[in-house]
């Protein structure tokens, strides 16, 4: 888990994950959208395929990559608890912000 956690933590991966999202896409539009070199980006990818946040399949002469959702859905999983966590203490504050905008007597 911490190993995506980890991938995630660079910006240019959480980008390329955005752009599968989409759909998916070969390795020659991801380096267009990126304005990354080829190199550069292949070694994004290589990143997330070890991760296992992407796959890649050959079409022809091309590799086009996919999202892969399962790790995706594993870290949404963990990530539970700490959402509730938070959510509990948004509803707090909400009630805190609701009853500071009380008149005073109005009850």
Not at 1 to 10: C, G, T, Y
Not at 92 to 107: N, S, T, V, Y
């Given at each position: 888990?911490?190993?995506?956690?980890?991938?995630?933590?660079?910006p240019t991966r959480r980008r390329i994950l955005d752009l599968l999202l989409e759909r998916p896409r070969p390795v020659g539009e991801l380096v267009e959208r990126l304005g990354l070199t080829q190199p550069g980006t292949s070694k994004?990818?290589?990143?997330?395929?070890?991760?296992?946040?992407?796959?890649?399949?050959?079409?022809?002469?091309?590799?086009?990559?996919?999202?892969?959702?399962?790790?995706?859905?594993e870290m949404d999983a963990w990530l539970a608890p700490y959402r509730r966590a938070w959510s509990s203490r948004l509803d707090?504050?909400?009630?805190?912000?609701?009853?500071?905008?009380?008149?005073?007597?109005?009850?």
């Open positions: 888990m911490s190993s995506a956690f980890a991938v995630l933590a660079e994004h990818l290589k990143v997330l395929r070890e991760a296992g946040l992407v796959h890649a399949r050959q079409e022809a002469q091309r590799r086009v990559y996919e999202l892969r959702l399962e790790p995706l859905a707090a504050l909400e009630d805190h912000l609701d009853r500071q905008d009380d008149p005073p007597g109005d009850d």
